[in-house]
């Protein structure tokens, strides 16, 4: 009886199967180009709800091909071949159907690895460019590209609007194929609206070099290019914003741009007191002053990279430097002339930040097996004015010359006062010093950088030459006023007691001349020679002078121990030699160089000069292999030195803080670094699903580290000194895909770096080598869902455990896990109204070194409408709903543990009104303007 019934079952199945409905279909593919039918194609129909493969088939000689049984519905079609490029769009075969039209593939050799993806949302590949239609992405009326770029499969953007793209993160966003003032992303994705965009290309962009010779040097920068509408590039459009809560707060900005064929004017001001200033760290590299850039391990393992006095050092990070109040404003200029022959780049910025600020730290110094606590109260204030300007001008001589000339300068004044107060005590809670410290500080920066390069092309097939000229000039003039009272004590009972009233100044020059020559030359089809020589001149000054009171109070008796006049020459020359092998797939690089440089340093204070050559080797390897799709794996490896800076080296004192000193030491020597890079990523458009993944790390010879000598009342002075063991390894990756049934984005990926730094301590006469070793383990997550026009939302969890371990002293290791969740979202109802939100929690484990409990929740929230015709948009905002924002930083590194609170903008409320204004054209010009 049951395999009756069995047999019955099968029956009816085969009864159903038979008389379901089927289709048989055929088509054929052709090559676009000659013209002709394709034999041998590959066609296969995938299920589009998962991208599963359903039926494949090939082309017979006449480029015929067909299916049979196929039942009626949505599929995606795919058409490959070895020698054309894919082919990806979705078909809907009807009950009726029998043909399907003809399948049009292009040739490799004209359209390199071309992946066309049409769909509800359009994606391209060419080569290795991602092309975006922007219009397939819905965003709001009114939403700038920075929104736009948060809807692209495979783009990110975080909440200071660092951009993310393909896993690597993007160092360039142009306009058009330009700069759009300057070299800053934030502005063109944060003002330009997103319906000006037709498309969005996303790229590596290969050095000037690279893209001249068409020879793969490995140097690529993750590049953006916002392709503008022809109506956009006729006529003008943008923003204007004005925000305020009727009494303390106010955030108001203006964006406007003109296009008129491929002449761009734009412009922009900013008026805050919010915290948005358009400066990150990078501007800090861009203003005249010392080599003041250092390297300090952070809470968590990772790197912190501060300015030590010199440049700008600007960071108003949730009020870390202080709460600004902000003007800044800009304009840019842009156009090709002689139909295209010519190029004029143009930006100018000029901004002026007044910000006061406040901090209290509480810190543990480790000094051999004791320590000693210091609390400090700090209040400043500081007025910045910055001003900026840029030129690239380009031409092509003729078609086998071309020239280029770059020129940046930059002016930047900072006025700023502080006062401060510390107090050290020992295990015991007795006194061991106390300091009492006002000063004030004028500083004017200058740097201008300038570049020419000529290009010239042979009549054979990649053989080139290149001349790069490099020019740059930066200075620093500092006139600051010091004065200090500080009082040391034995065992809590008081015994010495000092003051410092002087006024010090501070002149610093550097000039730099770099010029490289470049010639390559095939060997074969895919193979190259490149050899190369560099010249390089440095030379810096620096003036340094410190002034006592005279018997009229005026500042005119000069400090002798403190005063220097110093000069420091470097003169590099560096031939070098490399042999690429470049193919379609893969490409590797094997070279070296030699570099010849002599250093002198002349103290001019007191006559001495001193000589000294280095001869280093430069060895250089690099390995990338392209893999099916958008992936590839890559390696480089490389070694550089660099020279200590001047200050470092200077041999006087700096007692700016009279507890903590720091003494220049000429006897330094230049450090050398290898640097490791593997990485592997892929990313399938159709799936939506990619993985990035990497190893970096550093070995530092002759590391520029610090000795600190400790003296009785627990005042130090600093030198820097060469060392060996300094290493630092870093381990990311990031799994993201489309998570099919509930339509949402779901990405993960552990992460983990490894360090070591040496630092050196003198107490009561014995030298200790300290080695401190830093682990961190974690994993990140995000998930993120939209539905047009009704919500979206993203939730981003991150946990890590932090382990450090000191030799010298441990209490001053660390072992403790760490979390913050990120969760934003925006829901949309009643058609016309949107809430948005966003919730930060970050939580870290108590243990004996940072005992106190610093968890928070940070909720800010807005509701907005739009109203009249879309072009105006009303919200009211809420920042810091539950009044627990605070500014905290937790800190180690060899020789302490440091917990600093800081001023930071706690809640408040706004009303903002969002004008976006557009008057556009029907097509664009056909001529130059």
């Known amino acids: 009886m049951p395999k009756l019934s069995a047999l019955l079952i099968a029956a009816l199945l085969l009864c159903v199967g038979a008389t379901a409905q089927t289709i048989n279909i055929s088509g054929s593919v052709a090559d676009t180009a000659e013209k002709k039918l394709i034999k041998n194609a590959v066609v296969a129909l995938l299920l589009p709800k998962d991208s599963v493969l359903y039926k494949f088939t090939r082309s017979d000689a006449e480029g015929k091909y067909s299916f049979k049984n196929i039942k009626p519905g949505s599929y995606v079609m795919m058409t490959t071949h070895p020698y054309f490029a894919d082919m990806v769009t979705d078909i809907e075969l009807k009950d009726n159907e029998t043909s399907v039209p003809v399948t049009a593939l292009t040739s490799k050799s004209k359209l390199l690895a071309e992946v066309i993806v049409k769909t509800g949302t359009p994606i391209r590949i060419k080569g290795d460019t991602t092309v975006y239609t922007a219009d397939s992405f819905k965003v709001r009326a009114g939403a700038n590209v920075e929104e736009l770029l948060k809807k692209l499969p495979g783009i990110t953007v975080d909440k200071s609007g660092k951009i ?50 068409g020879i793969d040097d490995g140097v690529k920068d993750k590049t953006i290019n916002l392709k503008l509408k022809d109506n956009a590039k006729r006529g003008y459009f943008g923003k204007a914003e004005a925000g305020t809560d009727f009494k303390n707060y106010y955030n108001n900005s203006v964006m406007a741009n003109a296009f008129k064929g491929k002449r761009k004017l734009a412009g922009y001001g900013i008026m805050s007191n919010t915290g948005q200033t358009n400066l990150d760290w990078q501007d800090s590299q861009n203003y005249g002053g010392s080599d003041g850039m250092n390297m300090e391990m952070m809470d968590g393992g990772g790197i912190m990279i501060f300015n030590d006095g010199g440049g700008d050092g600007d960071n108003y990070n949730n009020g870390r430097g202080g709460i600004p109040k902000n003007w800044n404003g800009g304009l840019h200029y842009s156009n090709k002339f002689n139909n295209g022959k010519q190029s004029l780049n143009s930006g100018y910025k000029i901004s002026k930040v007044n910000s006061p600020s406040g901090e209290r730290s509480y810190t543990t110094n480790f000094v051999g097996d004791s320590s000693f606590t210091s609390d400090k109260i700090t209040d400043g204030f500081s007025s910045k004015l910055k001003q900026s300007l840029n030129i690239t001008f380009e031409t092509n001589i003729d078609s086998a010359n071309s020239l280029k000339f770059t020129a940046k300068g930059n002016l930047n004044n900072t006025k700023s006062n502080s006062t401060y107060n510390l107090v050290s005590r020992d295990t ?179 006559s001495l000069v001193r000589k000294y050559n280095y001869t280093n080797f430069f060895p250089t390897a690099s390995f990338y292999k392209k893999l099916s799709g958008y992936g590839g794996i890559r390696i480089n490896y490389n070694g550089s030195t660099k020279a200590p800076s001047l200050d470092q080296l200077q041999p006087i004192t700096d007692n700016t803080d009279p507890l903590n000193q720091v003494i220049g030491n000429p006897n330094l020597k230049q450090s050398f670094t290898h640097s490791i890079n593997l990485n592997y990523s892929f990313y399938n458009v159709l799936k939506e699903k990619g993985l990035w993944s990497g190893i970096y790390g550093n070995v530092t010879q002759n590391a520029f580290v610090n000795q600190t000598t400790y003296y009785q009342g627990a005042k130090t002075t600093r030198q820097t000194v060469n060392s060996n063991g300094n290493y630092f390894f870093n381990l990311y990756s990031n799994y993201n895909f489309k998570w099919k049934k509930p339509n949402m984005n779901v990405s993960f990926g552990p992460n983990a770096s490894v360090s070591q730094n040496i630092s050196y301590i003198i107490n009561n006469g014995i030298l200790q080598r300290a080695v401190n070793q830093n682990q961190t383990y974690g994993v990140s997550a995000g998930l993120r869902k939209q539905k047009e026009n009704k919500y979206e939302f993203s939730i981003d969890p991150n946990f890590s455990w932090v382990n450090s371990k000191n030799s010298v002293n441990s209490t001053a290791s660390a072992n403790y896990w760490q979390f913050s969740l990120n969760v934003d979202a925006e829901v949309t109802f009643l058609k016309k109204f949107r809430l948005e939100t966003e919730v930060q929690y970050q939580a870290k484990q108590k243990q004996s070194n940072f005992p106190v409990d610093n968890n928070y929740t940070l909720w800010n929230a807005s509701l907005k409408r739009n109203i009249y015709k879309e072009q105006l948009e009303v919200s009211v905002s809420v920042n810091d709903i539950l009044n627990q924002n605070r500014g905290y930083d937790r800190n180690f590194s060899n020789t302490q543990y440091t917990e600093t609170y800081y001023n930071t903008l706690k809640r408040f409320w706004m009303v903002t009104l969002t004008w976006n204004f557009a008057k556009k054209g029907t097509t664009a010009p056909k001529d130059d303007f």
């Open 428 to 606: 015991k809670s007795l006194l061991l010093n106390t300091s009492d410290r006002k000063s004030n500080s004028n500083v004017d920066n200058q740097a201008v950088n300038t570049t020419l390069l000529w290009k010239h092309k042979f009549k054979k097939i990649a053989r080139t030459l290149t001349v790069n000229m490099n020019y740059n000039f930066s200075g620093s003039k500092t006139n600051s006023h010091l004065f200090s009272e500080n009082d040391f004590y034995n065992a809590g009972v008081p015994y010495q007691q000092d003051t410092t009233d002087q006024e010090n100044i501070k002149d610093v020059k550097t000039n730099t001349f770099n010029t490289t020559l470049t010639y390559t030359e095939p060997l074969a089809k895919d193979i190259f020679l490149s050899v190369n020589y560099n010249f390089s001149t440095i030379g810096n000054t620096n003036d340094r002078s410190s002034y006592s009171k005279d018997l009229n109070g005026k500042y005119t008796a000069i400090i002798d121990s403190l005063s220097n006049s110093y000069v420091f020459k470097q003169t590099v020359n560096r031939p070098g030699i490399s042999f690429r092998v470049a193919k379609k797939k893969y490409n590797f690089n094997i070279g070296a160089a030699i570099s010849l440089s002599h250093f002198e340093q002349e103290n001019k204070t007191t």
């Open 164 to 213: 993310t793209a393909m896993g690597e993160q993007v160092k360039k966003v142009l306009v058009d194929g330009e700069e759009f003032f300057g070299d800053d992303p934030g502005i063109a994705t944060k003002n330009l609206r997103a319906d000006a965009v037709k498309e969005v290309e996303v790229f590596d962009k290969k050095s000037d070099q690279a893209a001249f010779t």
